[in-house]
């Protein structure tokens, strides 16, 4: 006897969570070793303490952590993705974030596109090394496409 699948409406209910949440996870820049993107750093960083959590295989702001923790300092950052066309959101720990900074000090973020290439990520993401590498200098058909992207806003809630 076949029997027809039954269909719940948590599959819409989750959906319209998905939507209401604007797709976050789409538009968080995420790469497995070996990936290389092209970006462009747009922005301010800015930083939150944070927990690693096994069972979320994800990282949590401290305060929403269910047991006390040693926090990590976690730095997030608009990043525009040109062979995409689209802006979306990276997130570091401190090392990257030296590397991002040391960039910043001699190149400068607003004139280049970068190259960022996963060199060692733990599966589950928890950490990773990144190569970030001067790419492309912008000319100014560039940046005036550019400028005009709506970047992503955080806060202590993020």
Not at 72 to 78: G, K, M, P, S, T
């Amino acid at each position: 006897m076949n029997k027809e699948p039954t269909h719940t409406d948590e599959w819409a209910r989750i959906i319209e969570r998905l939507d209401k949440m604007g797709a976050k996870a789409a538009d968080h820049l995420t790469l497995a070793n070996g990936d290389k993107v092209f970006v462009v750093f747009l922005g301010e960083p800015w930083a939150y303490e944070a927990a690693w959590q096994d069972e979320r295989k994800q990282w949590v702001p401290v305060h929403r952590s269910p047991a006390p923790v040693d926090p990590a300092l976690r730095i997030r950052i608009n990043v525009y993705i040109p062979a995409m066309g689209k802006m979306k959101w990276w997130e570091m720990d401190t090392a990257t974030f030296q590397s991002l900074h040391t960039c910043r000090d001699k190149y400068g973020l607003d004139n280049w596109m970068f190259e960022v290439e996963a060199v060692d990520v733990s599966p589950d993401g928890a950490s990773g090394v990144y190569s970030i590498l001067p790419e492309a200098k912008l000319d100014a058909a560039d940046l005036a496409r550019i400028a005009c992207r709506p970047l992503f806003q955080w806060g202590e809630d993020a």
